[in-house]
């Protein structure tokens, strides 16, 4: 069985924004249960030179959503982050999974054997569409839906390892 370049990488980032929105549900929960500061959870970071919690989902979100614009090569959404709250950030990935549905399954899959360019702050990168999905995007994604899902359960959420696999497709429970 083979898969398509879109195959391989939108169904897996949409599970794992569905798991970011789920996380950001329970997250809000535990502070109204716990009578916390939601600032509390969204400014929380693993160590002092990581991102911060919102900061990490909206770099999820960037990371979901412009690979998918690249790889189809369409222009990406226009999403600063300006997110202040767990409402905000559910909307900021809402966004972001109707981008990517939206985007023509064979434009992804066409960036299979073609260069994808793109530009850091400290240098322009060239790789074949497939290697930037799979060697450069996917992992990038999730270390940081993992890094979200981290900080807010080092801080007592009680996420488990259910909340981070998000809804699996296509499981049948016996």
Partial sequence: MSLSLHQASMPLMLQMLGSLAGMCDKAAAHCADKKIDPQVLLTARLF???YAFQKQVQVATDW??????MLAGVDPQKS???EKTFDELRARI???VAFIKGIDSAKIDAADGHEITWTTPSNTRVMMGE???LHQ???QFFFH???AYSILRHN???LAKRDFMGDVPRVKYI
């Avoid at 979901?64 to 614009?69: H, L, R």
């Fill in 64 to 69: 979901a959503g412009n690979t998918a614009a």
């Fill in 137 to 139: 995007s996917m992992p």
């Fill in 48 to 50: 002092p030179n990581m």
């Fill in 80 to 82: 600063p982050h300006e």
């Fill in 131 to 133: 290697d930037f999905a």
């Fill in 156 to 158: 007592g959420v009680e």
């Fill in 94 to 96: 809402a966004a972001t």
């Fill in 145 to 147: 839906v993992t890094s």
